[in-house]
């Protein structure tokens, strides 16, 4: 993960928002083409729209899998404020960590979810998130938990 596709300081105020503000880093970084952003945001939408992502302790991990991407992508935000994701515990997301894989890559997909899942369940992590100075950090943080 490069600091290119972390955000420190999420505009979003909606967890629409924060979707569409992370795939959009993606898409500034060349990671798909404009069909592919609006495909995978459809995607994206369509997976928070059925359940929430928000999977409670202020993170939220949106996620899709399809043709609109040739290889696992990544992107992070930080809200100070919160986002509204409509998490089981009721709180606000401070950290989203969305991601997309290949369409057919199920064992990947799963894996990273899990992977995921885990890394936001350590209260150190998620406390290190959220004081990192900068995108650099972040990625170091997310980088040793995710490779």
Do not use: Y
């Not at 399809?66 to 935000?77: K, M, N, P, S, T």
């Not at 969305?98 to 209260?123: E, I, V, W």
């Amino acid at each position: 993960m490069t600091p290119d596709v972390i955000i420190t300081e999420m505009k979003a105020m909606d967890r629409w928002q924060a979707i569409e503000e992370l795939v959009n880093a993606l898409a500034d970084q060349k990671a798909f083409d404009e069909n592919s952003r609006l495909a995978m945001t459809r995607a994206i939408r369509l997976r928070e729209a059925t359940n929430t992502t928000g999977i409670g302790r202020g993170t939220a991990l949106p996620h899709a899998s399809g043709a609109f991407v040739d290889r696992v992508v990544i992107a992070f935000g930080r809200s100070s404020a919160g986002i509204d994701f409509d998490s089981p515990d009721k709180q606000p997301v401070h950290s989203v960590l969305l991601f997309a894989t290949p369409q057919g890559q199920f064992q990947t997909h799963l894996n990273l979810l899990a992977k995921c899942s885990r890394l936001f369940q350590d209260d150190a992590t998620r406390e290190a998130l959220r004081g990192a100075r900068d995108a650099a950090e972040i990625g170091r943080i997310l980088g040793g938990c995710l490779a």
